[in-house]
C-alpha cells in the first residue's frame, strides 16, 4: 500500500518505525496519532482520521481562513458531553498537571461535566510555537507505551490527550449519524466515522445528509453511544436552534462520498488508487 499511495501526487508515506521504534511493536489503536504529527515534516500540519470527510478544504479554511488558528497557531474541535458518571477523571487529570490555565479550568472535562472534551479527528497545529511543540511532546507522553495504560483508564483513547453535532435523520426525538463538525462560523466543515452509519456492523446504511446539529448546549449528557442495532444519536436541548439544514452543495458532495466508497469496494484499493496514480 506504501508504494501505491507515493504514487499519489504530493503524497509521501513517512515510515513512523525509523522514528519510533519501540512505540511501533508496542502500538495501541489510537496512540500513534500525536507520534504521525510529532514525525510529520511540515511546520503547519493537521491530522486527519482515517474515516473523516470534509465539506470544505481544510488546508484553505484552517491555514488561510481559520482566525481561530491565526491567533493561537492551533486548532481543535469539541467531542461530545458524555459519561459524565466518570467523575473521577478530572480529579486523575488535575494530579497530572496540576498548573492549568483559566481556558482550561472552563473545560468540560476539566470540572467532571463530560469524559470527553477534544475530538481527535482533525487537530491542527503549527509545530514552530514552543508552546505546541511541548504540549505535542506531552500529549505523546501521556500515549506512550510506558504509560497509556493508566493514561487510558481514564480517558477514552487520545482524545483528552491533546462545535459539535450530528449528521442524518431523526428517529424517535433523536438526530443519528456520525459526529459533525462546523467551522468558526458555524458552517459545514468536516464529519468524523465516513459515509456509513454504522461501519463496524453494516456496509450497507449510508448517511442521508439532510440536517446537521450543532451542540451548542454543554451541561446537559444527551448523546446515545452506538450499540449493535443503533448508530449513534443525540437528542437536542433546543432543536430550533442547533438543528439546521444543509445546502445543496453539503448534499451534493455527501452523495459524491457515497459513489467513491461504492467505486473503491467494487475495485479494491489497489485498481482505486490507480486511477489517481501519476502516468
Not at 499511495?5 to 511501533?24: G, I, Q, R
Not at 472552563?106 to 470527553?116: A, E, I, K, Q
Not at 458552517?187 to 452509519?197: D, H, Q, T
Not at 430550533?240 to 459524491?256: A, C, M, T, W
Amino acid at each position: 500500500m506504501v508504494t501505491a499511495l507515493n504514487t499519489l501526487p504530493n503524497v509521501k508515506c513517512v515510515n513512523l518505525l525509523s522514528h519510533f521504534p519501540n512505540e511501533l511493536d508496542n502500538f495501541a489503536t489510537w496512540s500513534l496519532k500525536p507520534f504521525s504529527l510529532l514525525a510529520a515534516s511540515f511546520r503547519n500540519v493537521i491530522f486527519i482520521d482515517a474515516d473523516v470527510l470534509f465539506f470544505k478544504n481544510p488546508a484553505t479554511a484552517i491555514f488561510k481562513n481559520s482566525k481561530i488558528f491565526k491567533k493561537y497557531r492551533q486548532l481543535f474541535f469539541h467531542d461530545r458531553t458524555i459519561d459524565r458518571r466518570w467523575g473521577a477523571y478530572s480529579r486523575w487529570f488535575r494530579k497530572a498537571q496540576p498548573v492549568l490555565t483559566p481556558y482550561a479550568e472552563s473545560l468540560r472535562f476539566l470540572n467532571g461535566l463530560s469524559r470527553h472534551e477534544l475530538e481527535s479527528g482533525v487537530v491542527a497545529l503549527d509545530k514552530g510555537d514552543p508552546g505546541i511543540l511541548h504540549s505535542l511532546i506531552y500529549a505523546c507522553k501521556m500515549n506512550s507505551v510506558q504509560v497509556r495504560n493508566e493514561t487510558y483508564s481514564h480517558v477514552h483513547g487520545d482524545k483528552e490527550t491533546g462545535a459539535v453535532g450530528y449528521l442524518d435523520s431523526e428517529v424517535e426525538g433523536l438526530v443519528c449519524g456520525n459526529m459533525f463538525h462546523s467551522d468558526e462560523e458555524l458552517e459545514p466543515f468536516w464529519w468524523n466515522g465516513g459515509i456509513l452509519m454504522m461501519k463496524h456492523v453494516r456496509n450497507d446504511w449510508f448517511m442521508r445528509f439532510e440536517h446537521v446539529v450543532n451542540d451548542l448546549e454543554k451541561t446537559k449528557d444527551k448523546w446515545v453511544w452506538e450499540t449493535d442495532t443503533k448508530p449513534n444519536c443525540i437528542r437536542p436541548v433546543d432543536p430550533q436552534r442547533e438543528v439546521s439544514e444543509l445546502g445543496g452543495r453539503e448534499r451534493q458532495i455527501g452523495q459524491l462520498y457515497i459513489e467513491m466508497y461504492k467505486d473503491l469496494t467494487k475495485l479494491g484499493w489497489k485498481d482505486y488508487i490507480g486511477k489517481y496514480a501519476e502516468k
